[in-house]
């Protein structure tokens, strides 16, 4: 039986080519999208949703506008890392498709509350309309399958300030809302995203297929990996978020620890930190499974032969 899926995201560069995973993944059924602020505004996270529907050639996929700002913090956005639109070097045509009214929140809770034990969410973006979502309907906690989150660095350096990892960075106060909420979290930090780095001879294999998705990823992945290259030394770029939406319907790839994890909300120079208790000194009660280990090359195979096989498709 495939999964359900609801994929709350900032379109992006690495959340893109986790929306392309999705639809080449039979494992799956992406019932929707909301569009969350992040990576670029909102206004242009849904028409980037919009674009890669159109793309993959999945338009009946739904798109549903989530919130423009952070629950307390400024809007920070990265277009250093994912470029001005969002997509690196790629451009798509303006999308020709709409969102739907429905605001993205109110869609969230409408689905999981009418699908008890049914939906799988997955964000892969800052946590503001899963925090709203919650604050709205409490109820949607223990109404939710499970929840898959892209986010934090447990004992991996930040990758947007010296100890946070952008999402969490973004909307730390979200975060805190979502991590502490009861929600069945499985974590992916940047511990295993960063032994995930899609590289230069990864995209030479994708291009050996002519199709206007390997030219898309190949366009939006070279930025990329020159921000990796040049504000961190790393030969490619960490694709965060496919790896996140893999673990939805291959697990193994990971190995897990269920642990107390927290996220600082203070005013101080580790805001938006995400750390473990891994001694659980306060004797409670883990709130999440966090993924630890990684097998690299057995994700990054599952990528490319996905995103082979959805490229073949579309000429
Ligand atoms: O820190 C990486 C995460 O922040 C990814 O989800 C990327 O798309 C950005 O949203
Ligand atoms: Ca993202």
Same mark, same amino acid.
């Given at each position: 039986m495939p999964k359900h899926i609801i994929l709350d995201t900032d379109p992006g560069i690495d959340d893109s080519l986790a929306i392309l995973l999705a639809i080449a993944s039979p494992e799956i059924v992406l019932d929707g999208i909301i569009s969350v602020h992040?990576?670029?505004?909102?206004?242009q996270t849904t028409k980037n949703a919009l674009s890669i529907l159109e793309l993959a050639k999945a338009t009946h996929v739904p798109v549903y506008?989530?919130?423009?700002?952070?629950?307390?913090?400024?809007?920070?956005?990265?277009?250093e890392t994912h470029g001005n639109q969002g997509l690196g070097y790629a451009q798509l045509p303006e999308p020709a498709t709409k969102p739907q009214s429905a605001y993205g929140s109110d869609y969230l809770i409408e689905e999981i509350m009418s699908k008890p034990g049914e939906i799988t969410l997955v964000c892969v973006g $800052?946590?503001?309309?899963?925090?709203?979502?919650?604050?709205?309907?409490?109820?949607?906690?223990?109404?939710v399958k499970e929840v898959f989150i892209m986010g934090g660095a447990?004992?991996? $350096?930040?990758?947007?300030?010296?100890?946070?990892?952008?999402?969490?960075?973004v909307d730390p106060h979200a975060a805190h809302i979502v991590f502490h909420s009861g929600m069945p979290i499985t974590l992916t930090p940047l511990d295993v995203?960063?032994?995930?780095?899609?590289?230069?001879?990864?995209?030479?294999?994708?291009?050996?297929?002519?199709? $206007?998705?390997?030219?898309?990823?190949?366009?939006?992945?070279?930025f990329y990996m020159e921000f990796h290259d040049e504000y961190q030394g790393i030969a490619g770029c960490a694709i965060n978020d496919p790896l996140t939406m893999a673990l939805t319907f291959m697990p193994g790839i990971c190995d897990y620890q269920n642990l107390v994890v927290d996220v600082d909300i203070s005013s101080g120079v580790g805001l938006g930190n995400t750390f473990a208790d891994f001694y659980n000194y306060e004797k409670k009660k883990p709130n999440m499974k966090v993924a630890m280990g990684v097998r690299p090359r057995v994700f990054m195979e599952l990528f490319l032969e996905r995103m082979e096989k959805l490229a073949r498709g579309i000429s």
């Open positions: 992040g990576n670029v505004s909102t206004e506008k989530g919130c423009d700002l952070p629950l307390v913090k400024e809007s920070l956005l990265s277009p $800052p946590l503001t309309n899963i925090a709203l979502a919650i604050r709205q309907e409490p109820r949607i906690v223990e109404n447990i004992q991996q $350096p930040g990758n947007t300030t010296a100890q946070a990892e952008f999402n969490t960075c995203t960063y032994q995930c780095i899609f590289t230069k001879d990864d995209l030479n294999r994708l291009l050996k297929i002519d199709s $206007p998705v390997t030219k898309f990823i190949a366009d939006s992945t070279r």
